[in-house]
């Protein structure tokens, strides 16, 4: 069974980076697309991107994320990236990543496997 353990997040302030990890073990995760999601305190989880399971395809699920956050994997190393530029103080939330076996979608309960989170707060 696929396990995920994401790491990385923290406090930073706005206009700071983060980039935040999603290690997978248990199972060859190229065989997965990663999606990462959030959800702030008070809110729904909320897609953000999605990587393919080769890593050649990408996308953003929203647009206020678009042109700051970057979506990677390293398939020899079973870890997907979110570098995540000129945060601002509404990215706070808990980030998690999620997999499935057939393609990206922003639908959460597509996913079949999830990790644990990882909390980013953007404040000074």
């Known amino acids: 069974q696929l396990q995920l353990v994401e790491s990385g997040g923290g406090l930073v302030q706005p206009g700071g980076s983060l980039r935040l990890s999603c290690a997978a073990s248990?199972?060859?995760?190229?065989?997965?697309?990663i999606g990462w999601f959030r959800q702030a305190p008070g809110k729904e989880r909320e897609a953000v991107s999605c990587?393919?399971?080769?890593?050649?395809?990408?996308?953003y699920a929203d647009s206020s994320v678009k042109g700051r956050f970057a979506i990677s994997r390293d398939n020899a190393k079973n870890t997907v990236y979110l570098q995540m530029n000129s945060l601002k103080p509404e990215d706070t939330a808990i980030y998690y990543c999620?997999?499935?076996?057939?393609?990206?979608?922003?639908?959460?309960?597509?996913?079949?496997?999830w990790g644990q989170g990882t909390q980013v707060t953007v404040s000074s």
């Open positions: 990587v393919s399971s080769s890593g050649s395809s990408t996308n």
């Open positions: 999620a997999a499935r076996s057939r393609y990206c979608s922003r639908r959460r309960e597509e996913y079949d496997y």
């Open positions: 248990g199972f060859r995760s190229d065989y997965y697309h």
